[in-house]
């Protein structure tokens, strides 16, 4: 039987952190599910990082359809779960069902993924997130230690369940690692 993915995201996600996980794991046979707060055409982003600029830059990218609502989302259902980053993660977060689809994986020992802004999503779970190493754009190195984790400082990290990089560049091990762990 075939494992089952969630990725959960939205609106500004950044597109190579949903679509490079997304082909991947239909590549492995995965059956995969994109979540959302509404099934939609998302609008996804690209962000890139220029020399001489202090952060990056969006700019608009594809369009891509999510399978399910996230009010709709039975975590017993999959197998493994990946969290874009982008902008997505900062109202995503608060969904009100959010806490409990997070929350599922960890406690079950499920493999998750979360890159770059992802960290915004598991700030919802302190109690889940204390004492937890991962890493996560910089820029959300705060977010990772409000919630009682360890900041690592590198660009794949993974620690129990959880599997972490900073950004799009870092994808290739970052999805080597989440097949490992969930196969």
Same mark, same amino acid.
Do not use: S, W
């Given at each position: 039987m075939s494992k089952k993915v969630l990725i959960l995201t939205g609106d500004a996600v950044e597109a190579l952190e949903v679509f490079?996980?997304?082909y991947r794991c239909?590549?492995?046979g995965f059956d995969v599910t994109i979540a959302s707060p509404a099934v939609k055409k998302l609008y996804t982003v690209s962000h890139d990082f220029i020399e001489g600029?202090?952060?990056?830059?969006?700019?608009?990218?594809? *369009?891509?359809?999510s399978h399910?609502?996230?009010?709709?989302?039975?975590?017993?259902?999959?197998d493994g779960l990946i969290i874009p980053g982008g902008r997505a993660p900062?109202?995503?977060?608060? *969904?009100?069902?959010?806490p409990a689809i997070l929350r599922h994986f960890f406690e079950k020992n499920k493999p998750v993924g979360a890159?770059?802004?992802a960290a915004l999503m598991l700030e919802v779970i302190?109690?889940?997130?204390?004492?937890r190493e991962y890493t996560a754009y910089p820029a959300c190195k705060p977010d990772v230690l409000a919630c009682?984790?360890?900041y690592i400082d590198q660009n794949l990290h993974t620690h129990k369940n959880l599997v972490s990089g900073k950004a799009w560049p870092d994808l290739p091990g970052f999805m080597r690692e989440f097949i490992r762990l969930l196969k």
């Open positions: 490079y996980p997304y239909l590549e492995e600029l202090e952060t990056y830059v969006e700019r608009p990218a594809y *369009n891509l359809d399910a609502a996230l009010a709709d989302i039975d975590p017993e259902q999959f900062e109202y995503i977060r608060m *969904n009100e069902a959010v890159i770059c802004h302190p109690d889940v997130m204390k004492g009682g984790a360890t």
